[in-house]
């Protein structure tokens, strides 16, 4: 890949509570070395359960967090060595946007006035064409512009993520770092907002870094993927290679978990069980090893790499990655099940044992 945008090596994390006079000081380790790379124009779909470590690692890139350790290029700077000043220019590089659009906007300040601010701020209209500049990214994420004169609590929630977005393009950004900008809406309105963000793709070319704990949503915008346990990248690699091939026990867990994202198919989620290692023990050997279907003696030996399993970039982490069954090609019956409830036929099979590995 040639200049990349985004270059993240060996980010670590660990939060550190306690060692007062009464307390023993204890270290959760929550990332653990994880890199990628994102290329300009491509989206990066970071996925994992809740607490595995994608909100830290999204702030970290801006520096929101301080890394421990790791490093960390944006268009080719060295993100960790800026100064205060240069870390507020990169701040209008790359944008972040939540979960929760309040968090970024003034319950008090009208809207219009809150995409404003930052067009300002850094200076990037005259003032004569801030008005005009505000219509015109209304109109772009499909608001009224009319309504600039309304306040956050007068929108719904699709809506208000909707301000929230324009309000990150106004400083036109080349990065944007989504936390889980629909786990709050609807179904329908979540395919609203992915469509929009699919669309400002396309027509700004702006990247993100698109953090959820769902794989059907990812699934519908990443073309790079890596999936989070317990801090640890598990499994990584083009997008259409993870859905149509996952490798890491884990991902296909994920997978079988994720609503189907086919309209009209069977609502079919498997459980989650189990729960992920406690961030403040080390675990020998496999992090996954107490929830894996295929867990042998050998897992719990060493932690496993994160190793190439094809040249195309897929990389897994599991001793077993080469061994899995592939997932299965479709008889009539199974073609109008959804992707979702034939992963998790097969996870079932596979732990019975009735379709033995490869
Ligand atoms: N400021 C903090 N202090 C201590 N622990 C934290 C802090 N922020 C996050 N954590 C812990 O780090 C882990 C990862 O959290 P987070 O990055 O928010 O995960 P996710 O976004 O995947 O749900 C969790 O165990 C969480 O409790
Ligand atoms: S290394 Fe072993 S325990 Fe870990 S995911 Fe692979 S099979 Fe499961
Ligand atoms: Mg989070």
């Known amino acids: 890949m040639s200049d990349p945008l985004l270059q993240v090596r060996g980010l670590s994390k660990s939060f550190h509570s306690g060692g007062g006079f009464l307390s023993r000081r204890r270290s959760a380790h929550v990332v653990h070395e994880v890199g990628f790379t994102l290329a300009r124009g491509e989206v990066f779909g970071l996925v994992g359960e809740s607490g595995s470590g994608k909100t ?9 967090i301080e890394p421990d350790a790791g490093d960390i290029r ?8 800026l100064a205060a000043d240069e870390l507020r220019r990169l701040r209008r590089r790359i944008q972040i946007i939540f979960q929760d659009p309040f968090a970024s906007l003034d319950p008090r300040v009208r ?10 701020l850094h200076g990037l209209r005259p003032a004569a064409q801030v008005r005009d500049r505000v219509m015109e990214l209304l109109d772009l994420v499909g608001l009224p512009p009319g309504h600039a004169g309304r306040f956050p609590h007068e929108f719904s929630g699709g809506q208000r993520q909707r301000v929230a977005i324009a309000r990150a393009l106004a400083v036109e950004p080349e990065l944007i770092v989504c936390d889980e900008p629909v786990s709050a809406l609807d179904l329908s309105v979540q395919a609203q907002v992915i469509n929009l963000l699919s669309d400002l793709r396309t027509r700004l070319g702006v990247s993100y870094v698109f953090i959820s704990h769902d794989m059907a949503v990812v699934r519908h915008l990443a073309s790079h993927v890596g999936v989070l346990y317990a801090g640890r990248m598990v499994e990584t690699g083009p997008a259409a290679a993870i859905f149509a091939d996952p490798r890491h026990p884990y991902t296909r867990m994920l ?29 020998p050997g496999c992090r ?17 790499p994160l190793d190439a399993f094809r040249d195309d970039g897929h990389q897994a982490a599991c001793i077993r ?5 592939p997932v299965r090609p ?20 596979q732990a019975r044992g009735t379709a033995a590995p490869r």
């Open 56 to 64: 830290t690692i999204g702030r970290m890139l801006l520096r929101l």
């Open 330 to 349: 479709l008889s009539d019956d199974e073609s109008l099940m959804s992707p979702a409830y034939r992963l998790r036929m097969d996870l079932l099979r």
């Open 255 to 283: 997978l079988a978990a994720s609503p189907s994202p086919v309209p009209g198919a069977r609502r079919q989620r498997a459980e989650i069980r189990g729960e992920p290692p406690s961030p403040f023990s080390a675990v």
């Open 74 to 81: 944006f268009d080719g700077v060295d993100v960790r060595a």
């Open 111 to 120: 809207i219009g006035e809150a995409i404003a601010a930052p067009i300002r």
């Open 321 to 325: 990655a080469g061994e899995l069954a």
């Open 288 to 304: 996954f090893a107490s929830r894996c279907p295929f867990v042998l003696d050998a897992c719990r030996a060493a932690e496993p």
